[in-house]
């Protein structure tokens, strides 16, 4: 009876201590996201549009532009509760301006609250499961005549 | 109470719809007639309007549905748990290493108890296809100054943000 409660007793100890584990290396290590913003021109002018833009062919299929045009493309890696700013300054009106993204948290059904913030025009948080995506855009944020900027928002990966 | 900015935009945003009667379309126009900033935000409706009737019109056009549910079920499958084998392991070691067994069995069931509610938040993965619109949603959203801003979801469930307003 003995010799069974002291086994007993060491595997509940053993099953604790490796409950801890994974916590212990979560506290110091913190969670990061690693978010794709890109930078993209619309306008109206008849042409061809960027072959690197394939990905987001269909999303943008709807609007009525005629040439979308890849300003630029930035993959950043940002830690839970920490901004990454992001300048803008392919878009010429928006230059001194930014794109910050903030990782709030790690939401219950898995997925990534991200704050975004264009000072001075738009402040929103976002819920994102991997590979989801939001784009930003509009006539508040143009880019030359008869353009307007789109910044599709990707959320590539999560570290746990 | 009616607020005059919020009421010349609704106003701009009904013209730029073709909502308003003949009478008030020609008093509005003359109202913004070389007015900068009700001309641009006539503009921003306007592109709006195109860009939401060209997603409804092309939704009904470009909806493929077939092949749908069997995606959605080999997903499932795919992600199914093999099922238990704890029966035949129990079988396997017989009444002499009752003790172990009772050991064994108490530090498992701490192990469900404590862990699984510890484990839940990293390990629940919503199941979710390509495209589908549940993969993006807005929590809150805010503008500054004169701007504003709109939510739709294109035909492929990509959300945009559309920013009006200079």
Known sequence: ?160 | MSHPIRDIDERLSAYADGELSPEEAEDLRRAIEGDPVAEAILRDHRALSEALRLTLEEVGEEADLSGFADAVMARIEAERPAPAKARRWFEWRGRKRAPIFAAAAAALATLVVVAVPLFEEESARPMLLAGDPADASIVSMSTFGGHGATVFKTSEGTTIIYVTGN
Request: aromatic letters at 4%.
């Open chain 1, 1 to 160: 009876m003995r010799r069974t409660l002291t086994t007993i007793g060491i595997s509940l100890g053993l099953a604790l201590w490796a409950l801890g584990l994974p916590h212990a290396a979560k506290a110091a290590e913190p969670r990061r996201a690693t978010v794709a913003v890109d930078i993209v021109r619309a306008s109206k002018t008849p042409g061809r549009s960027d072959p690197r833009l394939e990905k987001f062919r269909m999303q943008l299929a709807d609007f009525s532009f005629k040439k979308y045009k890849l300003l630029d493309s930035r993959l950043v890696t940002v830690e839970e509760k920490k901004t990454v700013s992001i300048p803008l300054e392919k878009g010429r009106k928006l230059r001194g301006k930014s794109l910050d993204v903030t990782f709030v948290k790690v939401e219950k059904d898995g997925k990534v609250r991200l704050r975004l913030l264009i000072p001075e025009v738009l402040d929103t948080t976002v819920s994102l499961s991997l590979d989801g995506v939001v784009i930003l855009g509009g006539p508040a944020i143009p880019s030359g005549k008869n353009g307007v900027l789109f910044l599709p928002v990707t959320l590539v990966n999560v570290s746990s």
